[in-house]
């Protein structure tokens, strides 16, 4: 949604597909993040909103002073500071900043560095085995946002093009329909370069464990995940784990998405930014937590139904519980780490699976 830079070579990194773009989507009112909304909608002309807009421009103005001009002054504030970072980004990361503290906070700046002319060779002269999988899948990522909707237009141009490099860059890998709304959410934040480097960050794990066991054959990551879930669930909240064991729910039924697109799938979209401003900074235990803090709002409701309602319910938790000021304070609650990380050795030790090595990524090369 970003040009990486200023010099015009803009469309130089957008090639795609060469189809023709599909015709120019209606206009239609959108919210503040580029979602379309009902002409029924509030138009952001109330005094509440006025006065969410001069607190964020506060925040902004925070912000600005902590990371200094282009991120220059970050490493040595989280040094000097690192609880107020924390709980700052926890407070949330004001809009118009989130792209570069995503790309600062993830490593992934570095690795730009440290690859310069990758991204573009990947995207120009490799081929894709996922090429069609990328082509098939694209119109299903983020239907509803202006800038993925036109067909073939410089949106879903732009999420070819880094799923495309991302699946030559690691052929392990590959394509799995998941990481389009990965890709999707860092493309309205920043340029395709950034966001191809951002995404190697997660799966290769600059900085956190690396996630590329999510979408790796069998999944290994995604179900180690949902042993840990399954486990904590049933010594936090008791009577709802019991309720599952009875009605036999798994977390598979309900959770594998909340790990795959961390929650940016189907929950509402300030939420997940929300989430993925702390998931960037503090690492997978978020998603945990995240899960755990829903369950155990709704556990009086849920506790009631039976396997097919509550399977339904798992998929379409109410509103009310889906507002980031009152879902993540209490995930923030909830401690996980110790318990994470001993659940982590006892999957291991059941299923002679092997910790990926964190930081693992190196400067790579690539031949026409």
């Known amino acids: 949604m970003k040009a990486c830079n200023g010099d015009g070579d803009g469309e130089k990194r957008s090639r795609g597909p060469e189809f023709e773009p599909g015709p120019i989507p209606p206009l239609t009112p959108v919210d ?17 909103r006025a006065a969410d807009r001069d607190r964020e421009d506060r925040r902004l103005t925070k912000w600005r ?30 809009d118009r900043l989130r792209g570069l ?34 082509i098939r899948d694209i119109s299903r990522t ?76 069998g999944l290994p990551l995604v179900q180690q995940y949902l042993f840990q879930l399954e486990r904590l669930v049933r010594e936090y909240i008791p009577k709802l784990g019991a309720h599952f064991e009875e009605e036999m729910i798994n977390p598979s039924m309900y959770a594998s998405q909340w790990f795959i697109t961390v929650f940016s799938y189907s929950f509402p979209f300030p939420l997940a930014l929300r989430i993925w401003d702390v998931f960037l900074y503090e690492g997978v235990k978020i998603v945990f937590r995240v899960g755990l803090a829903l369950l155990k709002y709704c556990q009086d409701d849920l506790v009631k139904l039976p396997f097919e309602k509550l399977v339904h319910a798992l998929r379409n938790f109410p509103e009310d519980v889906l507002q980031p000021n009152l879902l993540l ?34 400067k790579r090369s690539f031949r026409r």
Not at 65 to 81: C, E, F, L, P, S
């Open 329 to 362: 304070p209490m995930a923030y609650s909830i401690k996980v780490s110790k318990r994470l990380e001993e659940l982590r050795q006892e999957y291991e030790r059941m299923t002679n699976f092997s910790k990926p090595v964190e930081g693992a990524i190196v």
């Open 65 to 94: 002073k902590m990371i200094g001009t282009g991120g220059a002054d970050w490493r040595h504030y989280v040094r000097r500071k690192p609880n107020v970072v924390k709980r700052r980004i926890r407070k949330g990361i004001p």
């Open 142 to 217: 983020f239907p509803s946002h202006v800038f993925f909707q036109q067909r073939h237009g410089p949106g879903q141009r732009s999420l070819y093009n880094v799923l495309k490099a991302y699946s030559v860059y690691d052929r392990d890998v590959g394509y799995v329909q998941g990481m389009g709304f990965l890709a999707g959410l860092l493309l309205l934040y920043m340029c395709e370069e950034d966001a191809f480097w951002l995404l190697v960050a997660l799966l290769k794990g600059a900085v956190h464990a690396p996630m590329e066991g999510l979408y790796l054959a």
């Open 32 to 48: 503040k993040y580029g979602f379309l909304k009902s002409e029924s909608a509030a138009d952001g002309s109330n005094p509440a």
């Open 101 to 134: 503290v995503w790309q600062l906070i993830s490593g992934s700046r570095d690795l730009l560095l440290m690859n310069q002319g990758v991204y573009e060779q990947l995207v120009l002269y490799e081929t894709s085995s996922s090429e069609l999988d990328i």
